[in-house]
């Protein structure tokens, strides 16, 4: 659990927090063409996210019935689930609407989408540092309250 929550971050900070970005400091692409680079790579790694949260769900069901998560892992990984499903049912396919049509030549109107999408990532970013250190505590034999 604990490997799966920090290689997890680790691939959110450099896909969402450092590549997505980066693209759009390059001078030499349009908006069009970093928009098509981005909608793949998020593409990619909605499917990655997805084998991940199969796995970290995997392992807590494993835990679960052996009594060793409290509450707060439970939640935890609850949220991030959530996450995961929100962005990739609602936010991924409203997004790659808005770049389909910015690539045909639409001229779109301003939009909150990429900000409350961006939302979601940082507060997922952060679950999974608190389930990193949630599993660390766990291992250690820190105190558990079983999860019935």
């Known amino acids: 659990m604990q490997l799966i929550a920090w290689v997890w971050l680790g691939m ?15 001078e030499s692409l ?11 790579t ?11 949260t199969a796995a970290l769900l995997a392992v807590t069901w494993r835990r679960r ?19 995961v499903i929100v ?16 690539i045909a030549g639409e001229d779109l109107p301003p939009s909150h989408l990429h900000s409350v999408s961006g939302a979601f990532e940082v ?3 952060f679950l999974l540092l608190a389930l990193g250190f949630f599993a660390s505590s766990l291992r250690r034999g820190g105190s558990t309250r079983a999860v019935g």
């Open 12 to 26: 959110i900070l450099g896909v969402s927090f450092l590549a997505a970005p980066a693209k759009f400091m390059a």
């Open 42 to 52: 998020f593409g990619l790694f909605d499917r990655l996210e997805w084998l991940w």
């Open 30 to 40: 349009t908006l069009p063409v970093a928009l098509d680079v981005g909608r793949a």
């Open 65 to 83: 019935r052996r009594g060793e998560l409290d509450r707060r892992v439970v939640t935890t990984v609850g949220l991030i689930v959530g996450i």
């Open 123 to 125: 507060v997922q970013a």
């Open 87 to 102: 962005q990739s049912l609602v936010f991924l396919p409203r997004l790659d609407e808005r770049v389909a049509l910015v």
